[in-house]
Nanobody, 122 residues
Framework: QVQLAESGGGLVQPGGTLTLSCTAS????????MRWYRQVPGKERELVAR???????DYSPNVRGRFTISRDNAKNTMYLRMINLNPEDSGVYYC????????????????WGQGTQVTVSS
């Protein structure tokens, strides 16, 4: 079974910066997509950012221009760099990776990290 280990969360003041990491126990070079979600208090889960195997990227309009998703295949790790944080960014952030079951198929399997808490407060 694949494990996704998350780190980098914590308490930061408004306007501050945090970088989250998600390290997988198997290669991410073959992954179809890698995603960051967040569960914001009082709101439903939000897809924050997504990166595909060809490095195509998309962002939630709520974070575009402030957050950057990236990956390091050699370390089996993806990152979320967050700048100019505001209290509305507080929540539990989850990494989520999708792999193909086989070559040239539409079938995928997915694993989730256990979440890392981000709190933006003065």
């Amino acid at each position: 079974q694949v494990q996704l280990a998350e780190s980098g969360g914590g308490l930061v003041q408004p306007g501050g910066t945090l970088t989250l990491s998600c390290t997988a126990s198997q290669s991410i070079s073959t992954a179809n997509s890698m995603r960051w979600y967040r569960q914001v208090p009082g709101k439903e889960r939000e897809l924050v950012a997504r990166i595909y195997s060809d490095d195509t990227i998309d962002y939630s309009p709520n974070v575009r221009g402030r957050f950057t998703i990236s990956r390091d295949n050699a370390k089996n790790t993806m990152y979320l760099r967050m700048i100019n944080l505001n209290p509305e960014d507080s929540g539990v952030y989850y990494c989520n990776i999708w792999w193909p079951v086989g070559s040239h198929t539409r079938t995928e399997y997915t694993y989730w990290g256990q979440g890392t808490q981000v709190t933006v407060s003065s």
